[in-house]
């Protein structure tokens, strides 16, 4: 199909009145979401209102419905919860509150609405929408609306984010809010381990979930718990035998914590509530441990948003005004999600069914079709996590006669030992004879190998750094003596894992100083994707990188435009400028020219990250993101090695011999190394096409720039079974 390309420039919100509100429980990201839709609506020539206080703003109007500008929405993109307020609003839920709503909208002209809020909150949008008609003409019959408002205002567009810590929504990956609930849930999780390891204790944690199980789940995979209990999974009867006998197993294999971690929502075969309480007097019970319940609660909910929540919302906002500006009177309520790394429309309602679903299911405990309804991508979690907690006896195992080896190589990044655990057990998993090789193809060279059992990787998810160790020495200075090895130890595949960047290490806020400016530094070589990324999720005015060249003259509007920014109420800047992204213009240079320009109206600090940004304990999306994707690779290298096997030999002389597994839009794809050669600028050590470059523009627009963005991704509206048939590799 040949597509015609779509710019921003040719869409206008001219004449248009967007309203924006967040409904339903709070969530942290949701004031990124208000300020790109802020912005991007003043960007396009809309008039943009907050509605106050969610739905109720809508129906007491007054006050509550102000316009909003560009100013009004700064330095908000850190803050959790939402800064406009969301409420329960029983009125919305009567045709009288509705009709209220309604009045307030015409008289302000507001025929686009973006909601941010639960299923909830989105249904409750929907129906307003499809009453939308028949409540103007009762308007019109009883005189507040004229006959001619009723005709202006025919239409009502809708938009909604989905606002929410449980991400319990189906049709998107991540909802807005998830990602740092995680982060809270982690850092309790982290703190708890160190007090636990010290008097051996088992830990019950109740996290939020009603009735959705997924940030239990993730969390249990984030930090290796002993054992999750979730709604959509019920444990088999006989269960509390089962968990203890897995604890005691546990801890006379020298660990000496145990982690059982219990969504709110836990129920059992017949749909009675599992209480931590009564986890505790289990496991005191039977097995006389030193046990204490911990319950989350609200910690979850607070606390600043996550650097992906931030982008999440930022990326969402900017779609749901583009959504907003393409609407026509016939098209059905959507809402903007995340499908991998893209971002979708669906139709609402389809989303909210589907939801709705998934608890029906439960209800009559149909859990299996319950897991399957949530999505590939939670079904993948659960499958993950069973794979991995679960040490299966060497009886039940499959013996393979492969060995096979892990190292890492390059910097080492947080995550990396996520995925040599996830390796290790999934390769013993699978029947292998698992090698870990320390100090990356040096160690190898040298014969730094040995075989990895499955305790030896316990506890690794959650730690920073490289436990195996890692070198950036390329293998090629080595070759023979690393071909010695293999040979010694007879290896029939390698998985290599390296070369991962996180962005969740700049948390850079530079909020509550007057009139400054601060100029960053940060790492990847000469890819910019830290940068960028980063500066999408601090708000960045200016984020400099190799990929995208800038001259002296870039430079001076750059500092012009920040001067202009500082005088209005505006109070801090913030530049990021990648280590390598120019020769000349370097961080000195930067700091020195803005600070010379911004005499007397701001002055700058600057600030190079260096190596605290692959330091401390990774993020729980990268402990998951390694732990999922190197299951994935050792499952892949079960296969090939099966399917390449022949008398007593294993050949690796096709393409996909050496592949790099990556996530390439919406799934997860093995390419061929060889193929990777013609993509890969070798001298600059960056793909020559980069994925992110896409969302720069979208950075300087909320930035306030003047920029050409191709919007030609985005627009169509999907289903949500056909995306879930085709989306076979979710993460
Ligand atoms: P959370 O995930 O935090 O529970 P939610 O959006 O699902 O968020 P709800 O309390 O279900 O939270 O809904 C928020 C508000 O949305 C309600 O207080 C009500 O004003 C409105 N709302 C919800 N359902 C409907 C509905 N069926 N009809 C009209 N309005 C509704």
């Known amino acids: ?386 794979l991995l907690s679960h040490r299966k006896m060497n009886a039940e195992l499959p013996r393979s006669s492969f060995n096979v080896a892990v190292l890492n190589v390059g910097a080492p990044a947080a995550g990396m030992n996520a995925a040599v655990r996830s390796a290790v057990r999934v390769g013993i998993t699978e029947g292998h004879t698992v090698f870990a090789v320390s100090d990356g193809f040096e160690g190898f060279s040298k014969g730094q190998i040995k075989e990895f059992k499955w305790g030896d990787v316990g506890g690794w998810t959650g730690q920073g750094g490289s436990l195996l160790g890692t070198k950036r020495t390329l293998p090629a200075k080595h070759i023979d003596k690393i071909a010695e090895q293999m040979r010694i130890h007879n290896i029939n595949a390698l998985l290599v894992i390296g070369g991962f960047e996180t962005c969740d290490r700049i948390k850079q806020s530079a909020s509550g100083t007057k009139h400054r400016v601060f100029i960053i530094e940060t790492m990847g070589g000469y890819c910019g994707y830290l940068a960028t990324v980063g500066g999408l999720a601090s708000g960045a005015d200016a984020a400099y990188i190799y990929e995208e060249p800038f001259d002296i003259r870039d430079l001076q509007s750059n500092v012009e435009h920040l001067t202009e920014k500082m005088k209005t109420s505006i109070q801090r800047g913030l530049v990021l400028r990648n280590e390598n992204s120019s020769e000349n213009y370097t961080t000195d240079f930067i700091y020195q020219l803005y600070s010379e320009e911004g005499k007397g109206v701001f002055d700058c600090r600057k600030n190079v990250l260096g190596h605290m940004q692959q330091g401390g304990a990774p993020s729980p999306f990268d402990r998951n993101f390694g732990t999922k994707i190197a299951a994935k690779a050792m499952q892949w290298i079960s296969k090939k090695l099966k399917e390449f096997y022949r008398e007593g030999r294993v050949f690796a002389n096709t393409e996909d011999s050496a592949c790099l597994l990556g996530m390439r839009r919406r799934a997860l794809v093995f390419q061929p190394v060889i193929q990777l050669k013609d993509e890969t600028d070798f001298v600059h050590r960056i793909p020559k096409e980069q994925w992110w470059l896409r969302l720069r523009p979208l950075m300087k627009i909320l930035a306030k720039y003047k920029t050409s963005y191709d919007v030609s991704d985005s627009g169509q509206l999907e289903h949500i079974v056909r995306l879930r048939a085709k989306d076979i590799s979710a993460i």
Request: aromatic letters at 4%; hydrophobic letters at 40%.
């Open 1 to 386: 199909m040949q597509d015609t390309k779509k710019f921003i420039e040719n869409l206008s919100g001219a004449g248009k009145s967007i309203g924006v509100l967040t409904s339903g429980g709070d969530a942290q990201g949701m004031n990124a979401a208000v300020r790109a839709v802020v912005r991007m609506g003043i960007y396009v020539g809309a008039k943009v209102f907050f509605i106050h206080e969610g739905y109720q703003g809508m129906v007491d109007g007054g006050d509550n419905i102000k316009e909003a500008s560009w100013e009004s929405v700064s330095s908000m993109l850190q803050v959790g919860g939402t800064v406009i307020g969301s409420a329960r609003c029983k009125d919305f839920r009567t045709h009288e509150g509705r009709l209220r709503a309604a009045l307030n909208l015409v008289q302000r002209g507001i025929t686009n609405l973006c909601v941010i809020g639960g299923d909830g909150s989105l249904t409750g949008a929907n129906l307003f929408r499809e009453e939308w008609s028949g409540l103007l003409d009762e308007l019109v019959q009883s005189c507040q609306i004229s006959e001619e408002a009723s005709q202006t205002h025919s239409a009502l567009h809708i938009v909604g984010m989905v606002g929410s810590i449980d991400n319990d929504f189906c049709g998107t990956d991540m909802t807005i809010g998830t990602d740092s609930a995680l982060h809270r849930i982690i850092e309790v999780v982290d703190a708890i381990m160190t007090t636990a390891q010290s008097h051996q204790r088992t830990f019950v944690l109740e996290v939020m979930g009603r009735h959705c199980g997924y940030l239990a789940l993730v969390s249990a995979l984030a930090c290796g718990a002993d054992w999750v209990l979730i709604p959509e999974m019920p444990p088999k009867d006989g269960w509390e035998e089962q968990m203890c006998h897995k604890l005691s197993e546990n801890r006379a294999d020298k660990k000496r914590l145990n982690i059982i971690i219990v969504a709110e929502g836990a129920i059992d075969q017949n749909n009675k509530p599992i209480t931590t309480e009564l986890i505790k007097d289990l496991v005191v019970r039977c097995l006389g441990f030193d046990t204490r319940v911990t319950i989350l609660g609200h910690v979850q909910r607070g606390g600043t948003p996550s650097a992906f929540d931030r982008i999440l919302a930022s990326r969402m906002g900017v779609e749901a005004v583009l959504a907003l500006l393409e609407a026509s009177p016939g098209t059905p309520a959507c809402v903007v999600s995340l499908c991998g790394n893209q971002a979708v429309r669906l139709p609402l309602m389809e989303c909210v069914q589907m939801t709705q679903e998934v608890q029906k299911a439960m209800d009559e405990k149909r859990f299996e079709e319950a897991v399957k309804l949530r999505g590939r991508s939670f079904e993948n979690n659960l499958n993950t996590y069973k």
